[in-house]
């Protein structure tokens, strides 16, 4: 299995940046189309963005488009969420997520496809 490690997340105000990164470890994540949730404390876990395989295919929910960029570096085992323009609704425990697919452009934004889940790294948004 591969093992997901989020970073990047902190204390930010609101219109402000942070870009949050993710690691695997185990195995490549070449074979995994790859996405970022979110979780606030008493509300479900909810879809933030995914990307494809090949990183041809990206989709975001209404929520963040335009304003998050999700990203991947296939060679260096990496995943990125920019985030830009954060308000207090984007403050939440954010997890890197991979979904087994023998598809290069294949995405879901339903939380059961995804079979592999980092520990999740805090954003909190000041207003």
């Known amino acids: 299995q591969v093992q997901l490690v989020e970073s990047g997340g902190g204390l930010v105000q609101a219109g402000g940046s942070l870009r949050l990164s993710c690691a695997a470890s185990?195995?490549?994540?070449?074979?995994?189309?790859m996405g970022w949730f979110r979780q606030a404390p008493g509300k479900e876990r909810e879809f933030v963005a995914a990307?494809?395989?090949?990183?041809?295919?990206?989709i975001y929910s209404d929520s963040v488009k335009g304003r998050f960029t999700i990203s991947r570096d296939n060679s260096k085992n990496m995943v990125y969420l920019q985030m830009n323009n954060l308000n207090a609704e984007d403050t939440a425990v954010y997890y890197c997520?991979?979904?087994?697919?023998?598809?290069?452009?294949?995405?879901?934004?339903?939380?059961?496809?995804?079979?592999?889940w980092g520990q999740g790294t805090q954003v909190t948004v000041s207003s």
């Open positions: 185990g195995r490549t994540i070449n074979n995994y189309a």
């Open positions: 990307i494809s395989r090949s990183g041809d295919n990206i």
């Open positions: 997520a991979a979904r087994p697919t023998y598809s290069s452009n294949s995405i879901t934004i339903r939380i059961s496809e995804y079979a592999y």
